[in-house]
């Protein structure tokens, strides 16, 4: 199983030699960051663009891996070289370069729900010739984590709040534990949402920088994600433990 840090889909990596001196930075660029592609047709086939702003020759490799996660939020990628034709899969890019890669879907023409993915493209640790009298250097290799959905026609999210339980986190702090289950066939992203808890005649609303960590969460097609949310002062006198949830939210991809 391949590990990825999930994060803002860019990531910096150090390696150092020796004692540093001097900073090699040859970050690239690449676009798109996500993509959809058709299980069939020529949709099933996209492009990705790849430069080099760089004055330095850089070496990449482009891989596709499998994308499931667990209700922790927690990724497990494996390789999917028999599912997507990459070419080319890696590269030899020069300061000032552009490179266009050509991704095609290869694998099953008709799935019954949309299929994710991860495009992992990242920078080699080669060094060529116009770098390798500059020893004692910290070379900066860039890594790109970008999003592929095999997305079938008319599929559709469909999240509903599964269970939830008012109790503590490990950390003592009182809340309700929230697990949102994506019985449709397409992932989604919970941006801008909202929850209210209601009681009789009283209701609360909660919203913004409270819901950090919930709001635009990702949840793929027939997955689920655990959340935990804080309550506090804003609960004191409010009977939360026999309240009932309801929540909404933008779906967006």
Known sequence: MISLRRGRGIDWIAAACGVAAILLL????????TADFAPTG????????????????????????????????REQNEPADSLFVVYPSRVTLGGGG???????????????????????????????????????????????????????????????LEQYEFTTDTAGRRGVQLLFYNRGTAHVLLNDLVIELSCKDRKLTFEGEILTGINGENILAGARRKFFLPLGEEVEGFDYRNATIGFRYEAVR
């Not at 099933?44 to 702003?53: A, G, L, Y």
């Not at 760089?54 to 922790?72: G, K, V, Y």
Request: no cysteine; hydrophobic share 40%; proline share 9%.
């Open 26 to 33: 040859s970050a690239f660029t690449l676009e798109p960051i």
């Open 42 to 73: 020529s949709s099933s086939v996209q492009t990705f663009r790849i430069t080099n702003p760089s004055p330095q020759t850089i070496a990449i490799r482009i891989r596709i891996l499998t994308r499931t996660m667990d209700a922790e939020g």
């Open 98 to 160: 552009i490179q266009l890669v050509r991704v095609q879907w290869k694998g099953d023409p008709a799935p019954t729900q949309e299929l994710s993915f991860r495009l992992l493209v990242e920078q080699l640790p080669v060094t060529f010739e116009e770098a390798a009298g500059k020893g004692g250097a910290i070379r900066i290799l860039t890594r790109y984590i970008g999003s592929l959905y095999v997305v079938p026609p008319h599929a559709a999210p469909d999240v509903v």
